[in-house]
């Protein structure tokens, strides 16, 4: 039977290094000694509980202890500049491992690297956002049923954390603007984290990755565009890939098209396995007006897409809900 002497250190030691120190008042082994005192004869009963109460009372200081120091430490300034020893709570505990790179920084670096060599530039998307970029310059009139498509969240300010990278497109289109006049293109990709209104499950996250590309010139052709894409998903595969597009609906686009690819063989693509990777298409007229750009004198393409389901198939990752749960177990094999 234990003792509240031999529980003594061990709770004392726990309370030291807990960062929620009252926890411990819940410890089993208070539990096992207050049950204990039934056991005892009758004699024996109150120097036992006199005993447990004298250990409730110390660890109740030593929570005070540790607590107050809790919260001197939280609310120190952290010198971020500093050796990490400087600011841990434990300086005695070496930290056992270095972080990695998460796959979807490695993997968006890797597809910002094959559209950079081919002469696009890239900017990160923003993370919030406004109903003009999100909806008015990309052609969703005031009450369009084709918003409702976009399930967004609204800050009580009404701003957005943006449904598509395409928000991206009328500040991309306006800085490019003097470069078509100069006689050049646009070539841009956007790539950033986007978030839905979604209800979460292996294949649907509320938060994920897109990148949005435009490309504007005075004869820009959809057929320019598949060939970017085409080679854009040969080259990050690694192999010669079948493509194909259906055709779908973005009020931004015209014709608004589906690009799908088929199923890599060396990720265990067994021929026809179809994957839709991102919605692309010609841009409306009314999207390149709302940069002051002409539509009779210029043409353009957009596409947007790809993010997590590229580095799920990669990876054969089957949840897409791993990608952000910060999970060290998932992480680890990334390492
Ligand atoms: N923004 C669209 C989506 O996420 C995809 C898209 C981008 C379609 C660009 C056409 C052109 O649903």
Redesign the pocket.
Known sequence: MTTPDEARAELLARIRTSDQPQTVLRSPELRELADNIKDLQPEERSGAGKALNELKQELLRAIDERQAELDEAGTAPIDVTAPWDVNSKRPDLLPTETGTRHPIATELERVVDIFTRMGFDAHESRQLDDDWNMFGA?NFPEGHPARD??DTFRTEEGFIPP????TM?NRVLKAGKAKLEAGGQIASISYGR?FRNEDVDVTHEHTFY?V???FVSKDASLAQMLGVLQSLFETYFGQKLKIKTQP?Y?P??EP??EFLIEKPAQLGGKGGDWLEV????M?HPNVLLAADIDPTEYRG?????MGDRMIMLKYGIEDIRHLESGKLAFLRKFA
């Open positions: 990309l498509g976009y449904a598509h990278t395409s497109q986007v897109q949005e590309g435009v779908a973005f931004f686009v608004g098209l991102l919605g692309c298409g841009i393409f957009a596409w947007g897409g």
